[in-house]
Nanobody, 124 residues
Framework: QVQLEESGGGMVQAEGSLKLSCEPS????????MGWFRQGPGKGRTFVAA????????VYAESAKGRFTISRDNAKNTVYLQMNRLKPEDTGVYYC?????????????????WGQGTQVTVSS
C-alpha cells in the first residue's frame, strides 16, 4: 500500500520561510517523479512544483518560481519543498503526490497517490 506523509507546515508571517517534507512508502520512490500541490481556502488543488525521479528535471508553477525550491533525497526516501518569501496567497493545504511516470509534470492527472496534506498559513 502506497502512503505519503507530509510534514513541516505551520503559521508564518509574510516574507517568512517554511520547509515541507514528504516521505512516501510502499512504492519504489526513486523511479517516480514527485510533485507538490496546494489547495487554498475554497479553491481547487493547483500545481506548485515537481521533480523527476533523478532530480535533473524540475518544473515550477509561475507563482513558485524564484521563491520555492523542490528537491529530493532518494537515499532518505524524502522530497522537500523549501518555501521562501511567503505571501498570504500561498496559504492552503499542501499535498505531496507521486507521479505515474519518471518525468516531472504539472499535470494533476499524472499523479496517482496523494498524502493527507499539511496546512500552511501565511499572515500579512
Amino acid at each position: 500500500q502506497v502512503q505519503l506523509e507530509e510534514s513541516g507546515g505551520g503559521m508564518v508571517q509574510a516574507e517568512g520561510s517554511l520547509k515541507l517534507s514528504c516521505e512516501p512508502s510502499g512504492r519504489t520512490f526513486s523511479s517516480h517523479a514527485m510533485g507538490w500541490f496546494r489547495q487554498g481556502p475554497g479553491k481547487g488543488r493547483t500545481f506548485v512544483a515537481a521533480i523527476s525521479w533523478s532530480g535533473d528535471n524540475i518544473v515550477y508553477a509561475e507563482s513558485a518560481k524564484g521563491r520555492f525550491t523542490i528537491s529530493r533525497d532518494n537515499a532518505k526516501n524524502t522530497v522537500y519543498l523549501q518555501m521562501n518569501r511567503l505571501k498570504p496567497e500561498d496559504t492552503g493545504v499542501y499535498y505531496c503526490a507521486t507521479s505515474k511516470k519518471g518525468r516531472a509534470t504539472g499535470d494533476i492527472f499524472e499523479y496517482d497517490y496523494w498524502g493527507q496534506g499539511t496546512q500552511v498559513t501565511v499572515s500579512s
